[in-house]
């Protein structure tokens, strides 16, 4: 039967792994560890003034006194004096986590050491207990923290099971008087806010006890800034001069070239242009990405991180599945975990939730679907919060072994400017992924720009690309994902900028990993700045991603009293969609195998050969078709033309990228290339012990 496991009360101290353990009894598939006895050089390292790098240093600067110490860069940019409106009542109360200092150094030997083909250690995983036994915190560093907190008046005080966080509950008076600052509330913006929320961060670093500040890396639930979703739908563009007024209607294509916009003002030598995509369906993806009944990701798990849960996800899917004509899912392989209050205050990711689940499921249809949901109340979870215990929660595993084999989240933060703190935590927990076995995949966002956690070196950043599926070729064209809308004004395109984007280029943090030198050219992969050295470069691969050329998602209508009364298709984007399809096609490549991990050191092998489909640029010598299509009024509120491949400077955000043979800072390696990607990454990852 459908599982569904809702209001767990918090992921702490075991209790998602007492209450996971009937739904890792439907999915659970063996998975072999074997103790290591040796490490492997560290062959990831961040640049000089990074995150990593500054793991310690954040903690030993700005003393207060002897017995107080400051945790340097612990206050969001946004919190700026000039935007403070008011301070957060006192009375208040919020869930902060305080994060607990790992064995970062050692634990990232040895995730390298898992992780690279030809080393001894390639594929001997950890438990989730060895890893905590090995590199976690001590359940002294806990103990010291959560008495820390009980004689500060916090309540609720208890240690997740992977002594990931100690989580605690106070007033916003008692959380300033512990924590030095003030919380206050600051202006929002369209590119940060709270959603329906006032939006609030602490005025100040955060200030500790000098004898804890050695294990704490930081602490998560005091701002409340919302997440960067990376789903793209179409909207109104903004004009700088008077439409034309055409009545200009046309029919969205089913497929690349199926309908064409006659007599438009003349671009790219002509005046016929083909229409926007309707959203493909899922069998024409699989087509695309080469597909194959044999290969479907049998006793994989996809892990899906969201915030919240939709309601009535299963029988969307259900209803998806039959619009598409493909096989029903079955009920023994999707499961649900809530953390903390669930969706008790609402579901920020319902939209994103029903693209990861049906995009994940179209190419990996017999893999096990485990939706995790992050707590969304306004008590610190809203924010990163959420989304960081739904990752643990994975990693924390049940019966002790992670909760999937793979994780997809389709979820950013913000740029590499978020507190030092935020990065050491996401640092800290993808490298016990790798070391766990969990692949960590993450859409590379939505806009010009490199975003974590995409960015971090244990993540496997999944780009975008534009994709022209034709009638019978199943890939006509595809190009790295980057659109200028421009408007008909007075019968003249005039452009009105970047209209959706993959994210990507070269970080402002991390050093060059080794599993890039040799394929990423030394031109993208240079620092900004002024910094010496080579740099890591985003993303690592991805697929389809443009809205304009994206995917027909199923979405369950609800009424007034929540009840479901109808199902509608739409067309939808953004590196939410490329995420999944990555996951799902990497999924199908480990059926009836060991866990993959972390990816990165075996894609990178991959680069160049036929495994992976390159995208190419849209040259002058590109088919005029091929540059873009038509959206009418309709659809885009004014006569627009969406050209592809279209990196500026005058794009936001711009990185310098570039689409170009081989690896490219738009789509990393390129996509993947059918079953040639599935057998050449099982093979490479076959040599496993």
Known sequence: MFLRILAVASPLAGQVHDNFRLVRETMKRPMTVVAATALAATTIAAVTGGAAAQADANLSGGAQSAAVRTLSDTVVPFATASSAIGAVPGSQKLTIQVWLTQKTAAAQSYANAVSTPGNPLF?????????????????????????????????????????????????????NAAFRLQMEYYRPTADVNAGKYLLRANDQAVSLPASLAASVVGVTGLDNAALKQTYVRTAVPATTGAASGKPI?????????????????????????????CGYTASQLRRAYGYNRHNIGKGVTIALVEVGLAPDMFLTLQDYAASMRIQSPSASRYAELSLGQGSACGDP???????????????????????????????????????YDADTAILN????????????????????????????????????????????LFSSADGSGVFTPSSDPYATAVGGTTLGIGNKVARLFETGWSDNISADINNKWVTQGEFGAAGGGPSLLWAQPSYQKGVVPDSLA????????????????????DNFTGFAIGLLNFNSKGEPTGFSLSPIGGTSLSSPLVAGMV???????????????????????????????????????????????????????????????????????????????????????????????????????
């Not at 049906?358 to 949901?373: C, I, K, R, T």
């Not at 050491?424 to 960590?440: D, T």
């Not at 390696?669 to 079953?675: D, F, L, S, V, W």
């Open 587 to 689: 999924a199908d490549a480990e059926q009836y195998q060991h866990a993959f991990g972390f990816l990165n050191p075996v894609l990178y092998k991959l680069a160049g050969t036929s495994a992976v489909h390159d995208t190419l640029p849209v040259t002058s010598s590109t088919p005029s078709r091929y540059h873009g299509v038509a959206c009418d009024v309709a659809q885009c509120g004014l006569l627009s033309l969406i050209t592809f491949d279209d990196q500026s400077f005058s794009m936001l955000g711009y990185t310098g990228q570039v689409t170009r043979v081989g690896y490219d800072t738009m789509t990393g390696i390129g996509t993947p290339n059918g079953q040639n990607f599935i057998y050449d990454l099982r093979a490479l990852e076959g040599a496993k012990s």
């Open 249 to 277: 209607s046309f029919a969205c294509s089913q497929y690349y070239g199926q309908h064409y916009a006659q007599r438009l003002p003349k671009v790219f030598g002509t005046i016929n242009v083909p229409t926007v995509l």
């Open 123 to 175: 594929g001997h995983y950890l438990t989730p207990s060895a890893y905590m036994a090995r590199f976690g915190a001590s359940t002294e560093q806990a103990a010291a923290v959560e008495s820390w907190l009980r004689s500060s008046g916090f309540t609720g005080i208890a240690t997740d099971s992977g002594r990931d966080y100690v989580q605690a509950t106070a007033t916003v008076t008692k959380i």
């Open 349 to 387: 990711f319902d939209i994103e939730e029903q693209l990861d689940v049906e995009a994940s499921y179209d190419m990996a249809p017999l893999a096990n679907q485990l939706v995790v949901g992050g707590d969304s109340c306004n008590n610190g979870f809203f924010g990163a919060q959420a989304v």
């Open 526 to 545: 240079v620092p900004p700045g002024n910094r010496g050295g080579l740099v890591r470069a985003v993303p690592d691969i991805s697929a389809d991603a």
């Open 397 to 440: 595993g049940a019966d002790n072994h992670p909760l999937a084999e793979i994780a997809s989240n389709s979820w950013e933060i913000g740029d590499e400017t978020i507190p030092i703190n935020m990065l050491n935590i996401e640092h800290n927990y993808l490298i016990r992924a790798a070391i766990e076995g969990v692949s960590m």
